[in-house]
Every structure is written in C-alpha cells, then in structure tokens.
C-alpha cells in the first residue's frame, strides 16, 4: 500500500511540474544562403546579453539550414523573462567572425528588427514573458 501511495504521489508531482513548463519554437527565414548552421542561443539573466563569446546563455541548440530558413524548440521551460540571440554562422566555428568592427556573419535578437550604434542589443530590450507555449520569428542581421 505504502509503494503505491508513493507511486501516485510521484506521478502527481511529475504532471504538475510538466503542467508548468513550456515550449519555445524559435525560427528564421530569409538567411542569405545556406552555408553552415544557425546557432540559437536561449538568455534568461539580466546583464547576459551582449554575449559576444556566448559565455552566459542558459541553453543553446544548433540547427541545419533548409531553404534558407532555421528553427530549434526549447523544452521544459518554465515560466520566465527570456532573450534568443541568432547566429548564422557560416563557417561552423561557433564563434561571431568580424570584420573592421561589426559582424561578417548574420546575427539576431527577439524583438529587434535592426542593430545599430543607436540600438545596440540588451537582454532588457530583447526579453520577452514566456507564460505559454509560444513561436516566435527571429529576424537575422547582416552588415
């Protein structure tokens, strides 16, 4: 009796923790070709992003390119400020390659549709309430 009290117990927390997680589906269109891979990187800290080393993410997932476009879904997330931070990177070397001062490679930011000196990225800027299961489109910058 006592196994299957602790079973039904067992169960009942293990549904309501997956009742209160959620899924991200993160996607890009429109990359400029299909060399390499998009790298997404998931933020859920103050003071996180910019991560130009991709040093601070909380979770990051790789995706093939298909017809210039790319998408990843984060799992199991729960409720929460989060920031997605794009990269196309072209050469597979996980890291952001640079000409003079700004990007060779494609980047990207929840809710930025241009990068600039004037709005430059922030995870203020980029965060976002995940409170349900959600998609979103990531546009990617190139310079």
């Known amino acids: 009796m006592r196994a299957v009290t602790f079973i039904l117990v067992f169960l009942a927390v293990g549904v309501s923790a997956d009742e209160n997680t959620y899924t991200l589906t993160v996607k890009v269109n429109d990359l400029r070709n299909g060399k390499g891979i998009v790298q997404f990187s ?3 800290k103050e003071g996180s992003i910019p991560d130009e080393h991709f040093e ?3 979770m990051q997932e790789k995706s093939a390119i298909k017809n210039n476009s790319a998408l990843v879904v984060f799992n199991n997330l729960p409720k929460g400020n989060y920031a ?3 990269l196309h990177d072209e050469n597979q070397d ?3 390659d640079k000409g003079f001062v700004l990007p060779k490679e494609g980047i990207g930011f929840s809710n930025f549709k241009s990068i600039g000196f004037r709005n430059k990225p922030s995870f203020k800027k980029a965060q976002f309430l995940l409170n349900s299961n959600q998609q979103m489109n990531v546009k990617v910058i190139y310079f």
């Open 94 to 96: 996980g890291k952001i």
């Open 84 to 86: 997605v931070n794009i």
């Open 56 to 58: 601070h993410y909380l």
């Open 42 to 44: 998931l933020y859920n």
